[in-house]
Structures are given as structure tokens and as C-alpha cells.
């Protein structure tokens, strides 16, 4: 992927998960993007969002959908481990 397009979309990715981040911050978490593989976003859940039992839901139907709805060509957004 050409390096320009790839930093425009990582920004553009940032950018949703930026709308997002008040919300989980206020829960005591936080979210971080870590790269982009095949379309699929690939992130950290931090603080709160580590062990919350409700993060599956908040990583698919919050975070997903935002930055499926600001980036399309994302397909899905996964969290990983470090």
C-alpha cells in the first residue's frame, strides 16, 4: 500500500476513534490504534476496556462502526494483545 494513502487512512481511522475516545475515557479506559493489516484495523484496549466484560460489544458495535462509517474500505476492527 502506498505509504501516502496508508498515512491518510490511519489519520482518518484516528480521527473516529478520537470522537469515540471521551466516551471510553470516562469509563477508565482508552483505545489505541496499532497498525492496519487487509483492510482490518487492529487495536489495543487499555485501562477499563482491558477487562471489561461489555468491551466485545463497545469494540463492535461502537468503534466498528465508526471507523467503518469514516474509513469504508475498513472491513473490521480487532483488538489485540501486545
Known amino acids: 500500500m502506498n505509504t501516502e494513502i496508508n ?3 490511519i489519520a ?7 470522537t469515540l475516545r471521551p466516551f471510553l475515557e470516562a469509563d ?7 497498525r492496519v493489516e487487509n483492510n482490518v484495523a487492529k ?3 487499555m485501562g477499563a476496556c482491558e477487562s471489561c ?5 463497545t469494540l463492535k458495535a461502537g468503534v466498528e462502526d465508526a ?4 474509513v469504508p474500505q475498513i472491513t473490521s476492527v480487532e ?3 501486545m
Not at 482518518?12 to 478520537?18: C, N, S
Open 7 to 9: 498515512q491518510e487512512l
Open 12 to 18: 482518518k481511522i484516528e480521527e473516529a476513534i478520537q
Open 28 to 34: 477508565g479506559g482508552d483505545i489505541k490504534l496499532l
Open 43 to 45: 487495536v489495543k484496549l
Open 53 to 57: 466484560e461489555m468491551s466485545a460489544m
Open 67 to 70: 471507523v467503518k462509517k469514516a
Open 79 to 81: 483488538a489485540v494483545e
